[in-house]
């Protein structure tokens, strides 16, 4: 089984700074994707950023990128410029690659309280 | 598309009532997904439908919960009798797959069981 950890419960970052939130998961499968997902206070599951393992390059989508470490099993989460609209609970997620047998289900973290402050 | 629809936003119910929470999945995606948050145990899925065919249903806590997917377009979960250790925030989300891996989640059902 797999196992998704995220070690900060809470953390703060002041407005157009950078924050970095550790995400480390377990697996014995080789092909996997890792995500980002972001819940705001309206409690909506929002994808922010997706990773395939395969890939060696790290993903961005604007702001936010992953530094992720297939070896050290380790896919953190930096989010630039950090915006007041970027508040929220960020989730770590893995999804094994397999057709069958637990494809496509996703097992999360137990999230990091983000707050942006001015 | 309007994403996926759950029914009701918020629930409150009486300790040994039935709940019926309902989903309406994105169109022409083939994986469905029940998903429950609690503070104490975060998300953890239910159970999962592919082509409306529960494929895991190991998350599923206790027999008091069912869920169904009657078509392509609609699933239940169904808590009978309930209890307030029920009470949570259940999430339905839906995916195209097998290889389109995004999951697009609808804005939870707040269950509260007094």
Same mark, same amino acid.
């Given at each position: 089984?797999?196992?998704?950890?995220q070690s900060q !419960?809470?953390?703060?970052?002041? *407005?157009? *700074? %950078?924050v970095t939130l550790s995400c480390t998961?377990?697996?014995? *499968?080789?092909?996997?994707?890792l995500?980002w997902? $972001?819940?705001? !206070?309206? &409690?909506?599951?929002?994808?922010?950023i &997706?990773q *395939?393992?395969? $890939?060696?390059?790290n993903?961005?989508?604007? &702001?936010f990128s992953v530094n992720f470490q297939?070896?050290a099993?380790s896919f953190s989460l930096k989010i630039?410029?950090?915006?007041?609209?970027? %508040?929220?609970?960020y989730?770590c997620?893995?999804?094994?690659? &397999?057709?069958?047998?637990?494809?496509?289900?996703?097992?999360?973290?137990?999230?990091t309280?983000?707050?942006?402050?001015? | 598309?309007?994403?996926?629809?759950?029914?009701?936003?918020?629930?409150?119910?009486?300790?040994?009532?039935?709940?019926?929470?309902?989903? +309406?999945? /994105?169109?022409?995606? #083939? @994986?469905?997904?029940? @998903?429950?948050?609690?503070?104490?145990?975060?998300?953890?899925?239910? /159970? @999962?439908? =592919? =082509?409306?065919?529960? /494929?895991?249903?190991?998350?599923?806590?206790?027999?008091?919960?069912?869920? +169904?997917?009657?078509?392509?377009?609609?699933?239940?979960? +169904? /808590?009978?009798?309930?209890?307030?250790? #029920?009470?949570?925030? @259940?999430?339905?989300?839906?995916?195209?797959?097998?290889? =389109?891996?995004?999951?697009?989640?609808?804005?939870?059902?707040?269950?509260?069981?007094?």
């Amino acid at each position: 089984a797999q196992t998704v950890t995220q070690s900060q !419960p809470e953390m703060s970052v002041q *407005e157009a *700074e %950078t924050v970095t939130l550790s995400c480390t998961y377990d697996t014995s *499968e080789n092909n996997y994707y890792l995500f980002w997902y $972001k819940q705001p !206070p309206s &409690r909506q599951m929002i994808l922010v950023i &997706r990773q *395939e393992a395969y $890939k060696q390059q790290n993903a961005t989508e604007n &702001r936010f990128s992953v530094n992720f470490q297939k070896a050290a099993k380790s896919f953190s989460l930096k989010i630039s410029d950090s915006q007041l609209g970027d %508040t929220a609970m960020y989730f770590c997620a893995f999804m094994n690659g &397999r057709l069958t047998g637990g494809g496509n289900k996703l097992t999360f973290g137990t999230g990091t309280q983000l707050k942006v402050e001015l | 598309d309007a994403g996926v629809i759950q029914s009701p936003r918020h629930e409150v119910t009486e300790m040994g009532q039935e709940v019926t929470l309902r989903c +309406k999945p /994105i169109s022409g995606h #083939d @994986y469905l997904f029940w @998903y429950r948050q609690t503070m104490m145990r975060g998300l953890e899925l239910l /159970i @999962y439908f =592919n =082509n409306n065919v529960p /494929i895991d249903d190991s998350g599923m806590p206790e027999d008091r919960f069912s869920a +169904k997917m009657p078509n392509a377009s609609f699933s239940t979960l +169904k /808590i009978q009798p309930s209890e307030p250790r #029920d009470s949570a925030v @259940y999430f339905c989300a839906s995916s195209q797959g097998p290889r =389109n891996t995004e999951a697009f989640f609808g804005q939870g059902t707040r269950l509260t069981v007094v």
